[in-house]
């Protein structure tokens, strides 16, 4: 698969960001670095969000609708997914500034 293509995966599940960095590791450009970045930032983000709405809905379960946020997430996604097929280091909307720098092990 061709970087362009491994970027578009990333973004799938967490599956899909494996095989996108195992695939393209050796081969990887900026374009697929980048994005493997911004799709390993919003998987742990939401992750962090979904476990931490769970124990506040547990607690207080008349904010349940608070789940309806998640939704958010995908459509980050969805943003993420159109970038990467335009071929487009562009970050995700409201939180995509905060992965640009982080996890310095993809850049090696």
Known sequence: MD???LSFVS???LI???I???SGKDTANSLLKYHLKQALGLFILSLVFNVAISIL???VP???FLSYIGLAFLVLM???IINASNEVEKPLPVVGK???DKFEFLNK
């Open 98 to 100: 905060l992965f640009e």
């Open 62 to 64: 008349a904010l349940a």
């Open 57 to 59: 809905v547990m607690i």
């Open 3 to 5: 970087n362009k293509t």
């Open 11 to 13: 973004y799938i599940t």
């Open 16 to 18: 899909g960001w494996l």
């Open 20 to 22: 996108a960095y195992f």
């Open 78 to 80: 969805i943003f993420g």
